[in-house]
C-alpha cells in the first residue's frame, strides 16, 4: 500500500503505545493524519535499512517530555541558565550510564547526531589543516571521515583506506573487499595523519581496533573509533570493544542502540598531546559545546538514558546476538541462490550486495522494486563500483530493526527468496528496469500479512 492508497481517516484504526495523540489530533489533523500514516507505514514495511531501529515505548515516551521545554546550555554545575537542577540530574544519570556501559572514563552525551559527534571530535583532537586518515566513502566510509563535500574534506588535509583502482584507492583486498591492515599501515606511514578514523557505514565485517591502535602508536596518531552502526553489537559481545584501544569513541544513538536520533562521545582520561594540562575529556566537551552547539536537547537525553537502561540488560544483549545470527542466516540464504556478496558475508548486523555482479539490475532500481514490494532498503556503492553513487551497483542490508520485531531464521529465509522473487521480476527494456507488477503485488501481499502477524509487532507501535 502506498501512502496514496491509505484510507484518508485513520482514526478508528490507529492506536500507539507511546500515546494516543489526541490533542495533535484536534490540533492540527493533517500532522495526526500524516502521523497515523507513518505509523502504519512502519508497521507494513519489513525494514531492512542497517542503519535504522524502532525505539521502545519508553524511549519514546520519554522524548515527547517536558525537557524539551528547557534551554541548559553548559554542563551539570555549570550552567547559563537557571533552573536546570532537574536537567542536570538526567544528563549526569545519563553520562553515567554511558560510562558504565561502555567502561569509558568520560561520555558527553549532548552531540545532537553522529556528524557533530565526529566534527567535536575533529575539533578537539586536530587544528583546520592536519591530517586525517578513513575510510573511502563509495568503499564503506562516512561523509564525516574525511570526503570532499563535507568539513572534514573541507577543513583538512585527508587520506583514505579502502578500494577504488581508478581513484589510487588502496587498504582493501581488491578480491576478498576485506580491509587490509599492513597496507592501511603504509598509507599511515606514508601520510603521517594527526587522527584515523575507524569505523564506516557499509563494512560487514570485524573492525580491528587493536591492530588500528597498534598502526596509530605507530604514527603517533589519535584514535578515533566511529562505532554509530556496531553500537548495539559491542554491547551484546558481538563485535570487540574499541573502548580500550580509541582516544575517542563516537556514535550516533538511534541504530542497533534502539535510543533516539542523537549522539554520544566516550573518550579516555587523558591530557592533550599539544598541551599537557588540557585533558581529552575537557577538550571534547568544549568542543560540544560552546564550540558547536548551543542548548543540549534535554529530551533526547532523556531518551537516552532510558536507552541506555534497556541495553544494560541481559534482554538486550540477547537481541544484539540475534541481530547478527539473523544476518548471517539472511547473507548464507543470499549466497546460496547465487548472490554476490562483498566480502563473501557478514560478521556484522549488514549485508552488502553487489546486485549488479548478481542479476545485472543496478542497486536504485532494485531497491525502488523491493520497496513496492514492501522491503525498505537502500542502494548503495560497492568497492571499486563502476557506476555512480547515485544510482550504485550495490544495496545495503541489515537486520537490527527486523530483529527488534522478533523476526528469526524463518523470515530471514523468507527475505532472501522475496528478494529472489523480485530480480526474477525485472526486464530490461532499452535502459530501463522493469518489475512485474503482478509478481511484485504478490509479494507485497505475503510481506503484509507477515508484518500483520501479531507474533511481530513493531515496538513501541501496536495497530
Ligand atoms: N546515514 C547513516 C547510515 O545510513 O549509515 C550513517 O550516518
Same mark, same amino acid.
Request: charged residues 20%; glycine residues 8%.
Given at each position: &500500500?502506498?501512502?496514496?492508497?491509505?484510507?484518508?481517516?485513520?482514526?478508528?484504526?490507529?492506536?500507539?503505545?507511546?500515546?494516543?495523540?489526541?490533542?495533535?489530533?484536534?490540533?492540527?489533523?493533517?500532522?495526526?493524519?500524516?502521523? =497515523? /500514516?507513518?505509523?502504519? /507505514?512502519?508497521?507494513?514495511?519489513?525494514?531492512?535499512?542497517?542503519?535504522?531501529?524502532?525505539?521502545? *515505548?519508553?524511549?519514546?515516551?520519554?522524548?515527547? #517530555?517536558?525537557?524539551?521545554?528547557?534551554?541548559?546550555?553548559?554542563?551539570?554545575?555549570?550552567?547559563?541558565?537557571?533552573?536546570?537542577?532537574?536537567?542536570?540530574?538526567?544528563?549526569?544519570?545519563?553520562?553515567? /550510564?554511558? $560510562?558504565?556501559?561502555? @567502561?569509558?572514563?568520560?561520555?558527553?552525551?549532548?552531540?545532537?547526531?553522529?556528524?557533530?559527534?565526529?566534527?567535536?571530535?575533529?575539533?578537539?583532537?586536530?587544528?583546520?589543516?592536519?591530517?586525517?586518515?578513513? &575510510?573511502?566513502? +563509495?568503499?564503506?566510509?562516512?561523509?564525516?571521515?574525511?570526503?570532499?563535500?563535507?568539513?572534514?574534506?573541507?577543513?583538512?588535509?585527508?587520506?583514505?583506506?579502502?578500494?577504488? !583502482?581508478?581513484?589510487?584507492?588502496?587498504?582493501?583486498?581488491?578480491?576478498?573487499? &576485506?580491509?587490509?591492515?599492513?597496507?592501511?599501515?603504509?598509507?599511515?606511514?606514508?601520510?603521517?595523519?594527526?587522527?584515523?578514523? *575507524?569505523?564506516?557505514?557499509?563494512?560487514?565485517?570485524?573492525?580491528?581496533?587493536?591492530?588500528?591502535? !597498534?598502526?596509530?602508536?605507530?604514527?603517533?596518531?589519535?584514535?578515533?573509533? %566511529?562505532?554509530?552502526?556496531?553500537?548495539?553489537?559491542?554491547?551484546?559481545?558481538?563485535?570487540?570493544?574499541?573502548?580500550?584501544?580509541?582516544?575517542?569513541? #563516537?556514535?550516533?544513538?538511534?541504530?542497533?542502540?534502539? @535510543?533516539?536520533?542523537?549522539?554520544?562521545?566516550?573518550?579516555?582520561?587523558?591530557?592533550?598531546?599539544?598541551?599537557?594540562?588540557?585533558?581529552?575529556? %575537557?577538550?571534547?566537551?568544549?568542543?560540544?559545546?560552546?564550540?558547536?552547539?548551543?542548548?543540549?536537547?534535554?529530551?533526547?537525553?532523556?531518551?537516552?538514558?532510558? $536507552?541506555?537502561?534497556?541495553?544494560?540488560?541481559?534482554?538486550?544483549?540477547?537481541?544484539? !546476538? !540475534?541481530?547478527?545470527?539473523?544476518?548471517?542466516?539472511?547473507?548464507?540464504?543470499?549466497? *546460496?541462490?547465487?548472490?554476490?556478496?562483498?566480502? @563473501?558475508?557478514? %560478521?556484522?548486523?549488514?549485508?552488502?550486495?553487489?546486485?549488479?555482479?548478481?542479476?545485472?539490475?543496478?542497486?536504485?532500481?532494485?531497491?525502488?522494486?523491493?520497496?513496492?514490494?514492501?522491503?525498505?532498503?537502500?542502494?548503495?556503492?560497492? +568497492?571499486?563500483?563502476?557506476?555512480?553513487?547515485?544510482?550504485?551497483?550495490?544495496?545495503?542490508?541489515?537486520?537490527?530493526?527486523?530483529?527488534?520485531?522478533?523476526?528469526?531464521?524463518?523470515?530471514?529465509?523468507?527475505?532472501?527468496?522475496?528478494?529472489?522473487? #523480485?530480480?526474477?521480476? =525485472?526486464?530490461?527494456?532499452?535502459?530501463?528496469?522493469?518489475?512485474?507488477?503482478?509478481?511484485?503485488?504478490?509479494?507485497? *501481499?505475503?510481506?503484509?500479512?507477515?508484518?500483520?502477524?501479531?507474533?511481530? +509487532?513493531?515496538?513501541?507501535?501496536?495497530?
Amino acid at each position: &500500500m502506498s501512502i496514496v492508497d491509505m484510507p484518508a481517516s485513520l482514526d478508528s484504526e490507529f492506536v500507539s503505545t507511546a500515546s494516543n495523540f489526541e490533542r495533535l489530533r484536534e490540533i492540527d489533523p493533517e500532522i495526526y493524519l500524516l502521523t =497515523c /500514516r507513518e505509523v502504519i /507505514r512502519q508497521s507494513q514495511y519489513i525494514r531492512l535499512i542497517p542503519s535504522e531501529n524502532y525505539t521502545s *515505548a519508553a524511549v519514546m515516551q520519554a522524548m515527547a #517530555t517536558p525537557f524539551c521545554n528547557k534551554y541548559s546550555e553548559g554542563y551539570p554545575g555549570k550552567r547559563y541558565y537557571e533552573g536546570n537542577e532537574i536537567v542536570d540530574a538526567v544528563e549526569n544519570l545519563c553520562r553515567q /550510564r554511558a $560510562c558504565s556501559l561502555f @567502561g569509558a572514563d568520560h561520555a558527553n552525551v549532548q552531540p545532537n547526531s553522529g556528524s557533530p559527534a565526529n566534527m567535536a571530535a575533529y575539533y578537539a583532537l586536530m587544528k583546520p589543516g592536519d591530517r586525517v586518515l578513513g &575510510m573511502h566513502l +563509495p568503499s564503506g566510509g562516512h561523509l564525516t571521515h574525511g570526503w570532499n563535500v563535507n568539513f572534514s574534506g573541507i577543513l583538512y588535509q585527508t587520506a583514505f583506506y579502502g578500494y577504488n !583502482q581508478e581513484q589510487g584507492v588502496t587498504g582493501m583486498d581488491p578480491e576478498t573487499g &576485506m580491509l587490509d591492515y599492513e597496507e592501511i599501515r603504509r598509507i599511515a606511514l606514508k601520510f603521517k595523519p594527526n587522527v584515523i578514523f *575507524a569505523g564506516g557505514t557499509a563494512y560487514p565485517r570485524i573492525w580491528d581496533f587493536q591492530r588500528f591502535r !597498534q598502526i596509530a602508536d605507530e604514527v603517533d596518531a589519535y584514535l578515533v573509533a %566511529d562505532i554509530a552502526h556496531i553500537n548495539g553489537l559491542i554491547l551484546g559481545g558481538v563485535h570487540p570493544d574499541p573502548v580500550p584501544y580509541a582516544d575517542v569513541v #563516537t556514535s550516533t544513538s538511534h541504530k542497533a542502540i534502539r @535510543g533516539p536520533r542523537g549522539g554520544f562521545i566516550l573518550c579516555k582520561n587523558r591530557p592533550m598531546k599539544d598541551d599537557p594540562a588540557t585533558s581529552l575529556p %575537557d577538550r571534547i566537551d568544549k568542543a560540544v559545546f560552546p564550540t558547536l552547539q548551543g542548548g543540549p536537547h534535554n529530551n533526547t537525553i532523556a531518551a537516552l538514558a532510558v $536507552c541506555f537502561a534497556e541495553a544494560a540488560t541481559q534482554e538486550f544483549k540477547s537481541y544484539a !546476538q !540475534q541481530i547478527v545470527a539473523n544476518a548471517k542466516v539472511l547473507s548464507e540464504a543470499l549466497i *546460496a541462490k547465487g548472490w554476490h556478496l562483498v566480502t @563473501g558475508g557478514t %560478521d556484522n548486523h549488514l549485508i552488502l550486495v553487489d546486485v549488479m555482479r548478481s542479476k545485472k539490475i543496478p542497486g536504485k532500481p532494485f531497491a525502488k522494486a523491493l520497496y513496492d514490494a514492501g522491503l525498505e532498503t537502500n542502494f548503495n556503492s560497492v +568497492p571499486n563500483d563502476p557506476r555512480k553513487p547515485f544510482s550504485p551497483s550495490g544495496l545495503r542490508i541489515g537486520t537490527p530493526a527486523v530483529t527488534s520485531r522478533g523476526f528469526g531464521e524463518e523470515q530471514m529465509r523468507q527475505i532472501a527468496d522475496w528478494m529472489e522473487r #523480485t530480480a526474477t521480476a =525485472c526486464k530490461k527494456e532499452g535502459k530501463e528496469y522493469h518489475f512485474d507488477p503482478a509478481a511484485i503485488a504478490k509479494i507485497r *501481499a505475503e510481506v503484509i500479512e507477515l508484518c500483520t502477524d501479531p507474533r511481530f +509487532p513493531v515496538p513501541g507501535i501496536s495497530i
